[in-house]
Every structure is written in structure tokens, then in C-alpha cells.
């Protein structure tokens, strides 16, 4: 079945660092791919989104590129604040039925210091 | 206000009492979904509803059962609740395309 691989955390980084989160999949078909985050006392959020393969989803400076030779959606931000510290998961849906619900990642606690 | 609200926010019970989490939506969306939050496990989906007459069980649905009684409100009910249901509790909603969810704040439930 579908599924989602995302690295470990907790990741600490420090003010302006360039972050990268790794995250890949096992899925049937094309997935549509996304990163949700999660802020401390919270429920969590759409960060961004890609629905084919190539798409590029991007805000608030984070960026992820569906990479479907390495099925792969890996999270970056060129210069993160203490703002961005957060839980951010990697998720997939497939299509039809319970396919078409979210697989999430297990998180990637990240920490930045000023 | 906040267009998907859960009560309570927090709960301490006992192992062996019922419990309720209620959620609430404004979106208008007819899919809810009820999750389990766990350090190091990521979210599992409980149940999920595609519209008041459609209920389904998720990932892990054993001692939890679920109602829609309205397109906006859809509860979780613990029968008898037990240690290893102590988690963080999500509410979610979506439209048709399921492009995204739009969760809750989440209540905390403690089993002693």
C-alpha cells in the first residue's frame, strides 16, 4: 500500500541555515504530494502542495519538487527563522475510496535558534 | 471564529469510562476525518465520513466508534477507555477534491 518516509528529527538548526526535510514515497499511480506544519498547541496546516510529477509547490519561502524517478518530495528553505520552528509532515493521496485520504509521515520536528 | 473547533480541548479520564470528543465545522465541506496524534508515529486516520449517511473506519478504529449527526459535526466516542488511547486527537475537514484538509486545534485526552 501507499505510504510516507520522512527523515527523523528533531532537526536544530540556527537562524537563517538552509533547511532541507527528506521525504519519499511508495505509491501506485500518481500521488499528489504535499507538507503540512504543525505550530506548537496547533493542528496543522497546509504548508504546500504538488499534484504531478515536476510541480514545484512553494510558500512562505519553502519550496518542494515532485520528483518521481527518486519518488521523492523533499522540504527547503534557503534562510529559516526562529518563526519557522515547527512539526512538519510529509503526506500523499492516492486516488478513489480510502486511497484518496492522506498518508502522513510520522514528522520532522524542526528547532531554530536565534 | 475558527472553522473547525473541537471540545474539550483537554481531558483527563479514567480507564473504563466513555468519553466523547466532539468537532464542529464552518466550511461547508462534507468530509470529516477523525485522527490520533502519537510522538514519533505521525497522524493515523480513526474514521472518516464522506457525507452524514457514509461512515468508514481508517487505520486503526478497534475501541473507537464515530457520528455524524449533522454535515457539520461529527464526534468520536471512546466506550471505555483505556491507557493506551492517552493521545492528541485531530479533527479534519475537506471538500470534494481532498486537495487539502483543514484540521482542528486538537484535544489532548489522558487515560490514567
Known amino acids: 500500500g501507499n505510504s510516507v518516509t520522512q527523515m527523523e528529527g528533531p532537526v536544530t538548526l540556527s537562524e537563517e541555515a538552509f533547511l532541507t526535510i527528506n521525504c519519499t514515497y511508495t505509491?501506485?499511480?500518481?500521488?499528489?504530494l504535499f507538507w503540512y506544519v504543525q505550530y506548537p498547541g496547533e493542528g496543522l496546516q497546509l504548508l504546500l502542495k504538488?499534484?504531478?510529477?515536476?510541480d514545484k509547490g512553494s510558500n512562505k519561502g519553502f519550496e518542494a519538487t515532485y520528483r518521481k524517478e527518486t519518488t521523492s518530495f523533499h522540504l527547503e528553505k534557503g534562510s529559516v527563522q526562529v518563526s519557522d520552528s515547527a512539526v512538519y509532515f510529509c503526506?500523499?493521496?492516492?486516488?478513489?475510496?480510502?486511497?484518496?485520504?492522506?498518508?502522513f509521515g510520522k514528522g520532522t520536528k524542526l528547532s531554530v535558534k536565534p | 471564529d475558527a472553522d473547525v473547533t473541537q471540545t474539550p480541548r483537554n481531558r483527563i479520564t479514567k480507564t473504563g469510562k466513555r468519553i466523547m470528543l466532539e468537532c464542529s465545522q464552518t466550511?461547508?465541506?462534507?468530509?470529516m476525518y477523525w485522527y490520533r496524534q502519537d510522538p514519533g508515529l505521525g497522524l493515523r486516520l480513526i474514521y472518516y465520513?464522506?457525507?452524514?449517511?457514509?461512515?468508514n473506519k481508517g487505520e486503526i478504529s478497534d475501541g473507537y466508534s464515530v457520528s455524524r449527526q449533522a454535515q457539520a459535526k461529527f464526534s468520536l466516542s471512546l466506550e471505555s477507555a483505556i491507557p493506551n488511547q492517552t493521545a492528541l486527537y485531530f479533527c479534519?475537514?475537506?471538500?470534494?477534491?481532498?486537495?487539502?484538509?483543514?484540521f482542528g486545534p486538537g484535544t489532548r485526552l489522558t487515560v490514567l
Open positions: 479534519a475537514t475537506s471538500d470534494l477534491s481532498r486537495n487539502e484538509q483543514f
Open positions: 503526506a500523499l493521496r492516492g486516488y478513489g475510496g480510502s486511497q484518496g485520504n492522506l498518508i
Open positions: 504538488a499534484t504531478k510529477a515536476d
Open positions: 505509491a501506485t499511480g500518481y500521488p499528489s
Open positions: 465520513s464522506f457525507d452524514v449517511k457514509d461512515i
Open positions: 466550511k461547508g465541506h462534507d468530509r
